[in-house]
């Protein structure tokens, strides 16, 4: 398993994607047409069983919404990553990933895959499967909650990231990433028309020029 590495990729609208980054390493997902969500999930590299764990996460930063200065902690309570750039903010923990079942349970449609089949098929590619999926981040995507506690109709809102707005996040451990670019077009997490984004795994910090 090779973690050392850079890389720089656009990802096509509605693929999956996997890569390793290592420890000090920096992963920025950048939204380049904006207005479109991305799936995340993340592992220890060498022990996926440790893996990505909202509670830690939520309970750590005490809030619902990640931005910067939030670490995203594993369900041995050690930090995976850290949101050190942030130029959308408030990204969304609650919501999930989408799904073929989800889809025609909340929509009504039929025959129309999303994000865990993504998940599947960028995990087979490391011997894992529907056992290592977990609640996920959803980067670029809100999801109110007014005063009442209740979810707003759609759940989620269009319009939460522009053109180019970015998030990075430095590794605290050898970790592998795994990413959604979400096909979704039930809801308006990706404004009806599904993009592509751009990932740069860098060992400095990313300048946006």
């Known amino acids: 398993m090779n973690i050392n590495t850079t890389v720089d990729t656009i990802i ?12 000090g390493q920096y992963l920025t997902i950048i939204d380049i047409e904006g207005q479109q969500g991305v799936d995340f999930l993340c592992y220890n590299a060498h022990r996926p069983e440790e893996r990505y764990h909202a509670p830690n996460t939520l309970k750590a930063s005490r809030n619902l919404k990640l931005t910067r200065g939030h670490t ?27 799904s073929a079942p989800s889809n025609e349970l909340l929509y009504g449609v039929t025959n129309c895959p999303g994000c865990r089949e993504n998940f599947l098929s960028a995990l087979a590619e490391h011997g894992m499967d529907r056992r290592d999926i977990v609640p996920n981040i959803n980067f670029f995507c809100s999801v109110p909650v007014d005063a009442n506690q209740q979810l707003v109709p759609d759940v989620f809102i269009a319009e939460h990231s522009k053109a180019g707005d970015y998030v990075s996040l430095r590794a605290e451990m050898d970790s592998l990433a795994v990413i959604s670019n979400c096909p979704q077009i039930n809801n308006p997490c990706n404004n009806g028309k599904p993009t592509p ?3 740069i795994i860098s060992d400095s910090p990313y300048e946006n020029t």
Do not use: K, M
Request: aromatic share 10%.
């Open 12 to 23: 096509a609208a509605g693929a999956p994607w996997s890569g390793f980054v290592s420890n």
């Open 72 to 98: 995203l902690y594993s369900d041995e309570a050690r930090p995976l990553f850290t949101i050190v750039q942030d130029s959308c903010g408030g990204h969304d923990t609650l919501a999930g990933c989408c």
């Open 197 to 199: 984004i751009r990932v």
